[in-house]
Nanobody, 123 residues
Framework: QVQLVESGGGLVQAGGSLRLSCAAS????????MGWFRQAPGKEREFVAA????????YTAGSLKGRFTISRDNAKNTVYLQMTSLKPEDTAVYYC????????????????WGQGTQVTVSS
């Protein structure tokens, strides 16, 4: 059983940056595919980015490439999401997830989820 705790969310002005962190415990962190998702009010949860077990491969949603970067530190059991040039439409609850498999975008690829952290971008 893996427990995930996100942090780093908050209120930021458009054009600003935030770095989200997700600390994992209770499992072998370095064996998991890690992902970030987000969910805005009234919308479905959507894929943001993923990183493979050793950080050698990353995947980012097309619309977010160039602004969002995922990374991980297996020594610290932590995955990060660096977000830059934030826009009001980035406002959502951001979730960290752990899983495995070939596909990285479906929510069903992930067995463990954090509680989420709110990111609000003001215009």
């Amino acid at each position: 059983q893996v427990q995930l705790v996100e942090s780093g969310g908050g209120l930021v002005q458009a054009g600003g940056s935030l770095r989200l962190s997700c600390a994992a415990s209770g499992g072998t962190f370095s064996s998991y595919l890690m992902g970030w998702f987000r969910q805005a009010p009234g919308k479905e949860r959507e894929f943001v980015a993923a990183i493979n077990y050793n950080g050698g491969s990353t995947y980012t949603a097309g619309s977010l490439k160039g602004r969002f970067t995922i990374s991980r530190d297996n020594a610290k059991n932590t995955v990060y999401l660096q977000m830059t040039s934030l826009k009001p439409e980035d406002t959502a609850v951001y979730y960290c997830a752990a899983g495995g498999g070939i596909r990285v975008e479906p929510v069903t690829a992930y067995a463990y989820w954090g509680q989420g952290t709110q990111v609000t971008v003001s215009s």
